[in-house]
């Protein structure tokens, strides 16, 4: 199967990354059918690793989640389709960080929720990664509390070129991806995504060793990535929103605020997911969404807001959904792991 590694330079400066999605030349092309090896950095840029670092004063506002690639993907047109499916994503490091931000977070003001209050306490945590046991050391800073919760990566931005020649900013989640924050976006998944642009230029990063549901302070256990995918385009199917397939669900997003129409564009992408997939009227796959789909949130902190849909793959016996690319590329990930 065709390979491609791609490692950046660990010792560039910040201001060189990149924080958009569109608007940047690729790094590289990929031909469909090809597993890219690559890493990405923390949001942070690795710059904030001690209980005693504030990232208010070491990081750059401008240069705050930086992104690998984009990657051009051959073939890939505006109607298309671009398939990622994630072989493996591991902790670089034996640490994690996470912090709270001033005036960022679910429960605090922000700059588009004003309120007289002051900023909460800036503070930051480390958590030790154990990646054989794999669990996530949090310790409290104002007491002897430890505990192990499991190790989950994640990729907390995942997307393509918007459409229209927009640039959009690596902190804003949207239909062409982006910072959706979603913790179902792990190892073993397969991601969606529009093709607006030639090439679709593929971008991802803000690896998260775990995160909640809703990223409440804003800020999950952050740390740099070794992440191995393959991709693919499927030609002429055009969806409006990121989808993901996992082996036990179909997975539709909506990004915006308020928080309850995030809600309706996930479920309303959901029920035509189902309808084109089962042949069923949009009120009759309306009723079976109704009643056998979950809706986890994946965040209420960034610019907009996230919301999942989740239907699970036993409500829907004999299904095959998009054509079966989701088990064809983990087949290609699983082989390609037995040769490593």
Request: with cysteine.
């Amino acid at each position: 199967m065709p390979s491609f590694d791609y490692q950046p330079d660990p010792d560039v400066d910040p201001a060189g990354l990149v924080y958009t999605f569109g608007g940047v030349a690729p790094v590289a092309s990929l031909r469909p059918g090809t597993v890219l090896t690559t890493w990405t950095r923390d949001c942070f840029a690795g710059v904030v690793r001690s209980v005693d670092d504030r990232s208010s004063e070491l990081c750059d506002p401008r240069y705050l989640n930086p992104q690998t690639g984009p990657f051009h993907i051959e073939g890939a047109e505006p109607g298309d389709t671009l398939a990622v499916h994630f072989i493996s994503i591991e902790p670089r490091e034996t640490w994690g960080v996470s912090t709270t931000v001033p005036f960022f977070g679910a429960l605090t003001a922000t700059p588009v929720t004003p309120l007289l209050h002051a900023a909460l306490p800036e503070r930051t945590w480390i958590y030790d990664l154990d990646r054989v046991a794999r669990t996530v050391r949090y310790r409290a800073l104002d007491s002897d509390f430890v505990v192990d919760l499991p190790l989950d990566p994640m990729h907390g931005t995942v997307g393509v070129a918007p459409a229209l020649g927009e640039v959009r900013n690596s902190l804003a989640p949207g239909d062409w991806g982006g910072n959706m924050d979603t913790p179902e976006m792990r190892a073993g998944v397969t991601c969606y995504l529009p093709v607006n642009v030639p090439g679709a230029l593929f971008s991802f990063g803000d690896g998260h060793a775990r995160q909640g549901e809703g990223e409440t302070c804003g800020v999950a256990v952050e740390t740099a990535m070794d992440t191995a995918l393959v991709v693919d385009v499927i030609k002429g199917r055009p969806c409006r929103w990121p989808r993901i397939e996992s082996d036990d669900f179909l997975i539709t997003t909506g990004s915006t605020k308020p928080l309850e129409d995030a809600f309706r564009i996930a479920h309303s992408e959901l029920v035509g997911w189902v309808a084109a997939e089962t042949g069923l009227s949009t009120l009759d796959a309306y009723q079976l969404v109704s009643q056998a789909t979950l809706t986890p949130v994946a965040n209420v902190v960034d610019t907009v807001y996230t919301m999942t849909a989740k239907m699970p793959k036993t409500a829907l016996p004999g299904v095959t959904a998009m054509g079966g690319v989701h088990a064809r590329l983990r087949a290609i990930g699983a082989a390609w792991l037995a040769a490593s």
